[in-house]
């Protein structure tokens, strides 16, 4: 089963999620890059190299990139990283290959792929749009990589799709075991956290995860990966049937409900 670290050395905010393999004896692993800050495509091309050489460092071989959705802090990176390091795949959705907003995009997955692995492990890839249409997910040895859809107690804005269309990919992505490493494009955790206190103030779960995170936080630690039952627990945009929620703001209807929590997120206040 492939290990799944991050976020990689020197190259926190670079945005694609880079999969390498490294020699020897430990297997292959995939290296996440993941951070909080948006960047430009020419931003981010500048600091392939960043990337490039922390991968040499680590004795590891890029084997491909797989993008989530093509904002630039995600995929802005990848035609320096192919120019440093040489041809390799670059996967992302239909849509995005259809209108070209992938760089160097080489093969196009959905829900209807079939035979894509990872270090033996079958991969599955989920189409979640409504942060962007092109957007998908990655699921893959017990873990999910959800990009801007599904971050780890909260939700990506609303960019692309519509409101009903983001409630159903997060219900996709919901209905993965509960077991299932959740990781998300960026480490917002805190701050989702604190929106989730004003929609249940008496919620212990929410209070003790909000603790753990702002601990983790305080020590230079990422709170990535969290799990699936932690978001069902605390993660009030996949919390439309809990009827805390539902007192909270005077409905019951799930898409009314996520389309005024995501509009409050928005605002910044419940």
């Not at 995929?75 to 259809?98: F, H, K, N, Q, T």
């Not at 780890?152 to 509960?178: D, H, I, N, Y």
């Not at 389309?259 to 206040?269: N, Y």
Request: charged share 20%; aromatic share 6%.
């Amino acid at each position: 089963m492939p290990e799944f670290l991050g976020p990689l050395p020197l190259a926190e905010q670079v945005a694609a999620k880079i999969l390498v393999r490294q020699a020897a004896t430990i297997g292959e692993r995939v290296f996440v890059a993941y951070g909080s800050h948006s960047v430009t495509y020419r931003e981010a091309n500048a600091r392939a190299n960043r990337v490039a050489n922390a991968l040499r460092a680590l004795g590891v071989k890029l084997v491909g990139i797989w993008c989530t959705h093509h904002h630039p802090d995600h995929v802005g990176g990848v035609e320096g990283i192919v120019d440093a390091l040489g041809a390799m795949p670059v996967l992302g959705s239909a849509y995005d290959a259809r209108e070209k907003r992938i760089p160097r995009q080489t093969d196009a997955v959905g829900e209807q792929t079939t035979g894509l692995t990872w270090a033996g492990e079958p991969v599955r890839v989920l189409e979640i749009p409504g942060h962007t249409l092109g957007a998908i997910a990655y699921v893959l040895g017990g873990a999910v990589f959800s990009g801007d859809t599904l971050f780890l107690a909260g939700c990506g804005r609303v960019f692309e799709g519509t409101m009903p269309q983001m409630r159903a990919s997060l219900a996709k992505l919901r209905a993965l075991p509960e077991s299932t490493r959740v990781y998300p494009g960026h480490e917002y955790t805190v701050k989702n956290l604190e929106f989730a206190a004003q929609g249940e103030p008496e919620s212990a779960a929410v209070k003790a995860r909000l603790d753990d995170a702002r601990a983790r936080r305080a020590r230079g630690e990422p709170t990535v990966p969290g799990v699936m039952s932690d978001e069902l627990a605390t993660n009030p945009f996949l919390r439309w049937q809990a009827p805390t929620v539902q007192q909270r703001i005077g409905l019951t209807e799930p898409d009314a409900i996520f389309a005024h929590l995501r509009l409050a997120k928005d605002r910044g206040s419940l």
